[in-house]
Structure formats: structure tokens, C-alpha cells
């Protein structure tokens, strides 16, 4: 995945603009690239149900081939717009069904079991070292919403710093500097790891 936003992707952007001619092809390119990330999404928000979240993408890619039409280039990538879709269709039926999505304690323990066994460690998992997943989700709970979602679509569903920032409708930089505090905090939060 490149690292500029799309409208500096010269074939991106031909792709899009094709997309948006009603080329099916070229549609169907940009489900190839971006339906992992908002299955990925989907299946954060919706608690790690991943039949919800398919059924999320499916709809959400059908609402976008409906509507492409319609797409404007916002400085953003257009994985944003799809995500966008995404959060909506998932707020839409929260209301309808009168929910809240809250992630259960079992499923982000059995997301953060199953990212941590691939995690080549770095900077981020020092501060992960040394507790237990009930310490660290504990100290995860204890952070703002915003730094919750950073952690979560960072460390336990393996999202990479550009797909956050386009899950959370924010820059990458913002992600950065959002994810550093969550990390500081968590750090100040859990007790000191005893050593090994």
C-alpha cells in the first residue's frame, strides 16, 4: 500500500476516475485494495464478529459502487470514503437496533492473544513486556475512547499507521502523536513488570 494519499497516485487516481465512468473493472481493482482494510475495520467495531463485518463490507462496497458517481477527491485517500461508508452503514444500525457497539473483554483478549504471537517486538511493545493481557486490557479501558481505538486498530488488529488514520478519519500524523500519548499513558497506568 503506497503511502501518499491517492490523488498523488497517477494510477490511482486513472482508477478512480474510471470507477466513477462505471467501469466495473476498475471498481472491482479498488475492492481488491481496500476491502481488507474495512473488513479489518468492521470487524474492530463490531466487537471481532467477522460475519458482521463481511456483511458490512459487502454493503459498503455496494452503497460505494452505487454513489461513485458522486465521489469528490477531499485530499484524502479514498480508502477514507469507503471507511466512511463503513462507520455509517455500522451507526445506522446501532440506531436502529437501539445498541451500542462495545467490545466484549473476551474478544479483544482473543484479538490480543492471536496479534501477539506474530508481533516482531520494537519501541511500541516495550511497553507491552512484562504484563499480563488482563493488566494490559485493564490499562487499555482506563485510556480515552480515541486512544482505545488507536490502540486497538493499531496493536491488536494490526492496522498500520496510514489504514488508522483512515479508519479514525484523521492524518497520519495525528494517529502518530495519538498513539505515542496512549502509549505514555499506558505506561504511567500499568504497574511496574517485574523483572524477567
Given at each position: 500500500?503506497?503511502?501518499?494519499a491517492?490523488?498523488h497516485?497517477?494510477?490511482r487516481?486513472a482508477?478512480?476516475?474510471r470507477?466513477?465512468?462505471?467501469?466495473?473493472?476498475?471498481f472491482?481493482?479498488l475492492?481488491?485494495h481496500y476491502?481488507?482494510?474495512?473488513?479489518?475495520?468492521?470487524?474492530?467495531?463490531?466487537?471481532?464478529d467477522?460475519?458482521?463485518?463481511?456483511?458490512?463490507?459487502s454493503?459498503?462496497f455496494?452503497?460505494a459502487f452505487?454513489?461513485?458517481?458522486?465521489?469528490r477527491?477531499?485530499?484524502?485517500d479514498?480508502?477514507?470514503?469507503?471507511?466512511?461508508?463503513?462507520?455509517n452503514?455500522?451507526v445506522?444500525?446501532?440506531?436502529?437496533a437501539?445498541r451500542?457497539?462495545e467490545?466484549p473483554?473476551a474478544?479483544i483478549?482473543?484479538?490480543?492473544?492471536?496479534?501477539?504471537?506474530?508481533?516482531?517486538?520494537?519501541?511500541?511493545?516495550?511497553?507491552?513486556?512484562g504484563?499480563t493481557?488482563?493488566?494490559l486490557?485493564?490499562?487499555?479501558q482506563r485510556?480515552?475512547?480515541e486512544q482505545?481505538e488507536?490502540v486497538?486498530?493499531r496493536?491488536l488488529?494490526g492496522?498500520?499507521?496510514?489504514?488508522?488514520?483512515?479508519?479514525?478519519d484523521r492524518n497520519e500524523g495525528?494517529?502518530r502523536a495519538l498513539?505515542?500519548r496512549a502509549?505514555r499513558?499506558?505506561?504511567r497506568?500499568?504497574?511496574?513488570?517485574e523483572?524477567?
Amino acid at each position: 500500500m503506497a503511502n501518499s494519499a491517492d490523488e498523488h497516485d497517477p494510477e490511482r487516481v486513472a482508477l478512480v476516475a474510471r470507477a466513477r465512468q462505471g467501469d466495473i473493472e476498475a471498481f472491482g481493482q479498488l475492492y481488491d485494495h481496500y476491502a481488507d482494510l474495512v473488513f479489518r475495520y468492521a470487524r474492530y467495531r463490531l466487537g471481532g464478529d467477522p460475519a458482521a463485518a463481511e456483511d458490512i463490507v459487502s454493503e459498503t462496497f455496494l452503497r460505494a459502487f452505487r454513489t461513485i458517481g458522486t465521489f469528490r477527491w477531499q485530499g484524502r485517500d479514498i480508502g477514507a470514503w469507503f471507511v466512511t461508508i463503513a462507520r455509517n452503514l455500522m451507526v445506522d444500525q446501532a440506531r436502529s437496533a437501539r445498541r451500542r457497539f462495545e467490545i466484549p473483554t473476551a474478544d479483544i483478549l482473543d484479538a490480543a492473544e492471536s496479534a501477539t504471537a506474530h508481533i516482531v517486538p520494537g519501541p511500541e511493545e516495550a511497553v507491552l513486556d512484562g504484563h499480563t493481557h488482563r493488566e494490559l486490557l485493564d490499562a487499555i479501558q482506563r485510556l480515552r475512547p480515541e486512544q482505545q481505538e488507536c490502540v486497538a486498530l493499531r496493536f491488536l488488529e494490526g492496522l498500520s499507521v496510514r489504514e488508522t488514520a483512515l479508519a479514525m478519519d484523521r492524518n497520519e500524523g495525528a494517529i502518530r502523536a495519538l498513539q505515542l500519548r496512549a502509549l505514555r499513558s499506558l505506561a504511567r497506568l500499568l504497574p511496574a513488570a517485574e523483572p524477567g
